[in-house]
């Protein structure tokens, strides 16, 4: 079964960056789409970036785009997310999620597998 495991969360003041990582296992890497998600509590769950691995396309959310950048490693079944210039709004759990869909162009699919997630705490 599809499997993803995040890392790389903590704590980390306002304009600092981190690394996620997205490990995963149990299905074929290049035939799927991988997103990140981030969810404050209370508030609906927020699409930041995506990866699609057949083609290499990618997108990023508005509140991100400039600050994040999604990358793809096939050899490690890993996906990362770096964070750079982190704001104290990005204080959320982040989740990795994994869409089979070989359609290319695009990486903004429906997502039905999902990781545990990692917090992010920004700090002031």
């Known amino acids: 079964e599809v499997r993803l495991v995040e890392s790389g969360g903590g704590l980390v003041q306002a304009g600092g960056s981190l690394r996620l990582a997205c490990a995963s296992s149990?299905?074929?890497?290049?035939?799927?789409?991988i997103a990140w998600f981030r969810r404050a509590p209370g508030n609906e769950r927020e699409g930041l970036a995506c990866i699609n691995n057949n083609d290499g396309t990618t997108y990023y959310g508005d509140s991100v785009k400039g600050r994040f950048t999604i990358s793809s490693d096939s050899a490690k079944r890993t996906v990362y997310l770096e964070m750079n210039n982190l704001k104290p709004e990005g204080t959320a759990i982040y989740y990795c999620?994994?869409?089979?869909?070989?359609?290319?162009?695009?990486?903004?699919?429906?997502?039905?597998?999902w990781g545990q997630g990692t917090q992010v705490t920004v700090s002031t």
């Open positions: 149990g299905f074929i890497f290049d035939d799927y789409a």
């Open positions: 999620a994994a869409a089979f869909q070989k359609l290319e162009g695009t990486c903004q699919f429906e997502y039905d597998n």
